[in-house]
């Protein structure tokens, strides 16, 4: 696999507009809410490889060989924070081919059991 964890920096919003900036509340004169964005990302690199964990503070991670998943069926993964599961998420997802807005994309959400059921509906990266 590949894995990546990067630091979005943190963002707030200026109570007097409403406008979200890249920057910390201490920048701001008047700072609204404010959070910190971390990203992180894994890459599967051939059949086998969904059984590696990058053990980030946030993973979602395939329950099955994901290229073996035909057309039409669903391929399971579970999202785990600090290795526990988290229920209620939604996930966005694609098949790397075709461009969707983000607003447009499908999701699905996970269970109690933080799994979540992805519909392939063709192959694709």
């Known amino acids: ?16 507009d409403g406008v979200e900036s890249n920057t910390s509340k ?8 404010s959070w910190w964005v971390p990203k992180y ?9 969904y059984t590696v964990s990058s053990h980030a503070l946030v993973e979602i991670t395939p329950l099955s060989e994901p290229y073996a998943v035909p057309v039409g069926g669903d391929l ?19 098949d ?3 461009p969707n ?9 996970t ?3 933080g799994v979540a059921r992805i519909p392939v509906s063709r192959k694709g990266p």
């Open 111 to 113: 269970g109690k059991d």
């Open 96 to 98: 790397g081919l075709e």
């Open 26 to 33: 201490s920048l701001v004169a008047k700072p609204g809410e």
């Open 1 to 16: 696999i590949l894995a990546v964890a990067y630091d979005n920096g943190f963002w707030t919003t200026d109570a007097a």
């Open 76 to 94: 399971a993964v579970k999202v785990e924070r600090r290795g526990q599961p988290l229920a209620g998420v939604k996930l966005t997802y694609g």
């Open 41 to 49: 990302g894994k890459t599967l690199l051939g059949p086998g490889s």
């Open 101 to 109: 807005p983000e607003d447009k994309m499908p999701s699905v959400t």
